[in-house]
């Protein structure tokens, strides 16, 4: 099979590289877009027998032609193919896309994975979302990436009824770190699981802690003229409020917000 593609003309052999990359089956038009060439026609690859035409698609005449080709392509062209296919595939097939960008080696995989993921899950299909969850945090190095990968572990979980293992994943995700936002949102989905689990007084911190994340959000701006007040305008008040209600309120937002004075 290897000798019957390097009698091909340079073009055609590319050609059936970019073809070996797609997959058993593949569009024209996938196919064009990875040989960079839009007006390309497999013409000479029918001929040789290498592929078949199967309606609108090409089909390789038999597995084994695929999988020999795919032996052959070394590690650096294998990647920038498969790079070119993640593009194409980009807005029309997530999942697609995702294994492209994995196979290509490309630091985008893990985010691609999670975007193909909440695509199942958006079409209620948990169990379709899990392995790809899995895969992105196999491949995720860094934390924000880890941490939305987690969070939507949990909710996928969730949705499937694992509500014990939702609850460790919304857990984990909030040791990894995330942004207010998805800390807020991890602590519903625990108050949830822990809903279901009946630790109904758990829950219930969990809301409160989630309430007040959101509520930190949006009032940091406010948050911070008033730390500043009371650590500076308002110093000497200080010694006589150590103690007091508000004396713990302070300590407590200074806490929340990471500002000392």
């Not at 099979?1 to 009698?7: E, F, G, K, S």
């Not at 519903?188 to 007040?212: Q, Y």
């Amino acid at each position: 099979i290897v000798a019957r593609v390097d009698r091909l003309g340079a073009t055609d052999r590319a050609a059936i590289h970019a073809a070996a990359v797609l997959g058993q089956r593949f569009d024209i038009a996938a196919l064009r877009a990875v040989v960079v060439d839009p007006a390309y026609a497999a013409d000479r690859l029918l001929q040789a027998g290498l592929l078949r035409a199967d309606g609108v698609e090409l089909v390789f005449a038999h597995a084994l032609i695929c999988e020999a080709v795919q032996r052959s392509l070394l590690a650096q062209p294998r990647r920038v193919l498969h790079g070119r296919a993640a593009a194409w595939f980009a807005g029309r097939d997530p999942i697609l896309r995702a294994l492209h960008l994995d196979r290509a080696e490309s630091p985008e995989a893990a985010d691609a994975y999670r975007v193909a993921a909440e695509d199942r899950l958006q079409r209620y299909r948990p169990a379709e979302a899990l392995p790809l969850v899995a895969r992105g945090l196999e491949l995720a190095e860094e934390p924000a990436s880890r941490a939305a990968l987690l969070l939507l572990k949990g909710d996928v979980l969730l949705d499937g009824g694992r509500a014990r293992e939702a609850l460790a994943a919304y857990q984990e995700m909030l040791q990894v770190g995330g942004d207010d936002r998805s800390r807020s949102l991890a602590l519903l989905g625990s108050a949830s699981a822990r809903r279901i689990l009946d630790d109904l007084p758990t829950a219930l911190d969990d809301v409160a802690a989630a309430a007040l994340q959101q509520l930190l959000r949006t009032a940091r701006h406010v948050l911070h003229q008033a730390l500043y007040l009371v650590g500076h305008d308002l110093a000497p008040l200080r010694n006589q409020l150590v103690g007091s209600t508000f004396s713990n309120c302070i300590r407590l937002l200074r806490t929340s917000i990471g500002w000392y004075a």
